[in-house]
T-cell receptor, first 109, second 117 residues
């Protein structure tokens, strides 16, 4: 059965800290790995990763994929209170997206 | 604001009842997806429509059905409701057809929170 597992389930850090969120997967017909940020309502797209070892960056966020070991990490540096959210990892296969349960990140001021 | 609209925002109903959730995709998007998000199961894909036709099915119960109309809006029908159906239901839309190696970014609506009492 396809699965996407995220860790930790929740994380509390202080503003300015750096965090690393983990995502491992076992999915048939893997096409790409996706990261989403979900604040109070709808998930918003962050990154799509298709190739191993190529880092994607957007401001203080970065992510990398390891297709051999079947995992991805999402790094957030110099965290701010606005980064508080649930971060969802998902795998796009050939007909649907399979989501992990998310990591709930809380940034203390 | 993603451009995807969902109504109603909240819905409270009783077990055994039937409800209809509505979604209007972003202008120009042909694909509509429905997801269910509950605390224990996370975000789960239910079903996808592309230009009026069903294209992919996920973990959708037989009590649930959906359709996409000629104007591209979509409705998700939930019947014989059970307590466990209480969840946040999201609709998402994308420009093209999910499939193969081409991922079309999905834009999520604000969701409908369903509470079954």
């Amino acid at each position: 059965e396809d699965k996407v597992v995220q860790s930790p389930l929740s994380l509390v850090v202080h503003e300015g800290d750096t965090v690393t969120l983990n995502c491992s997967y076992e999915v048939t017909n893997f096409r790409s790995l996706l990261w989403y940020k979900q604040e109070k309502k709808a998930p918003t797209f962050l990154f799509m990763l298709t190739s191993s070892g190529i880092e994607k960056k957007s401001g203080r966020l970065s992510s990398i994929l390891d297709k051999k070991e079947l995992f991805s990490i999402l790094n957030i540096t110099a965290t701010q209170t606005g980064d508080s959210a649930v971060y969802l990892c998902a795998v796009y296969r050939d007909d649907k997206i399979i989501f992990g349960k998310g990591t709930r990140l809380h940034i203390l001021p | 604001d993603s451009g995807v609209t969902q109504t109603p925002k909240h819905l409270i109903t009783a077990t055994g009842q039937r409800v209809t959730l509505r979604c209007s995709p972003r202008s120009g998007d042909l694909s509509v997806y429905w997801y269910q998000q509950s605390l224990d199961q996370g975000l789960q894909f239910l079903i996808q429509y592309y230009n009026g036709e069903e294209r992919a099915k996920g973990n959708i119960l037989e009590r649930f059905s959906a359709q996409q109309f000629p104007d591209l809006h979509s409705e998700l029908n939930l019947s014989s409701l059970e307590l466990g159906d209480s969840a946040l239901y999201f609709c998402a839309s994308s420009l093209g057809l999910a499939g193969g190696y081409s991922y079309n970014e999905q834009f999520f609506g604000p969701g409908t929170r369903l509470t079954v009492l």
